[in-house]
């Protein structure tokens, strides 16, 4: 596909985005001329069977390490869904919920819906503060992320931070479907970490290859987000998502118009002194 935005004005912002580049889902029915993302992708690693029964574990300890304070931050991204299957399928004590940013694609929000009709298990979801969305879009307008690098970031702050502080404030720990393969910056992403108040991340697909996520998704019939067989690997807000070209980096439609390292909304970065929010 050719490029939504062929030169970019220095610091990263747009100048003239147009409307319709907000959201690159495709007309409902659309087929994918190579076929579905299961049949495009799953194709398991050597090591998918170990990898599974290590990430069980991984989750089984943690729920009884953080009994009744551990919880399912899930994306509705494929490995988010993974994760979700693995919790229902196997009865383990892990809350799960989710951010409706307000700003999501129809495919999107209609997966919880899915999710809780499938699993039988309630996903709770956190919104923004309604006051201060409007408050930001009267002073800045609905297109203001395409504007500069701060705005943007503001936005993100407001519809998936602050709803994400009130998802985690009674928790000590949450699961996370960060994989190494998924960009540079995550290339070394642990299976346990800490976030900056203390509580255990547990990035329990860490290792996994796109293969294997879409390989079980394959063989348990996992329900996921239709956007991903139309190449939208990483599936975030409406505005900020794009699909990709063959041989883009996985995260290429997000924030497409930014530069590369400045590719992430805050949710999985520690905020050191200096660092840059991702």
Not at 7 to 29: D, R
Not at 136 to 162: H, P, T
């Amino acid at each position: 596909m050719s490029a939504l935005v062929s030169s970019l004005p220095e610091g990263g912002a747009v100048s003239a985005l147009p409307a319709s580049a907000a959201s690159a889902t495709p007309p409902a029915g659309e087929a994918v001329a190579n076929g579905s993302a299961i049949a495009l992708y799953a194709r398991p690693s050597a090591g998918y069977a170990a990898k599974l029964e290590r990430t069980l574990a991984l989750l089984r300890a943690a729920a009884a390490e953080h009994a009744g304070r551990i919880v399912q931050a899930t994306s509705l991204g494929v490995e988010d869904m993974v994760i979700t299957d693995l919790i229902a399928c196997h009865a383990l004590p892990i809350a799960i919920a989710t951010l409706e940013t307000g700003k999501l694609h129809r495919e999107t929000a209609a997966l919880i819906g899915r999710t809780e009709q499938r699993y039988g298990l309630a996903v709770a979801v956190y919104r923004p503060r309604e006051e201060q969305v409007v408050h930001f879009v009267r002073e800045n307008g609905e297109e203001a992320m395409y504007r500069s690098l701060a705005l943007r970031k503001a936005c993100c702050g407001l519809r998936k931070l602050e709803p994400l502080s009130r998802m985690l404030a009674d928790r000590t720990a949450w699961v996370t479907g960060l994989r190494r393969e998924q960009s540079d910056a995550r290339g070394e992403v642990p299976f346990r970490d800490r976030d900056d108040a203390g509580r255990l991340k547990l990035n329990a697909l860490a290792d996994w290859t796109w293969g294997d996520v879409w390989h079980h998704v394959d063989i348990h019939e996992v329900p996921y987000n239709p956007l991903h067989d139309h190449f939208m690997p990483s599936i975030g807000c409406a505005p900020c998502t794009r699909a990709i070209a063959v041989g883009e980096p996985f995260r290429a439609g997000r924030w497409w118009w930014e530069d590369e390292a400045a590719k992430e909304c805050g949710l999985h970065v520690h905020q050191e002194a200096g660092a840059t929010a991702r």
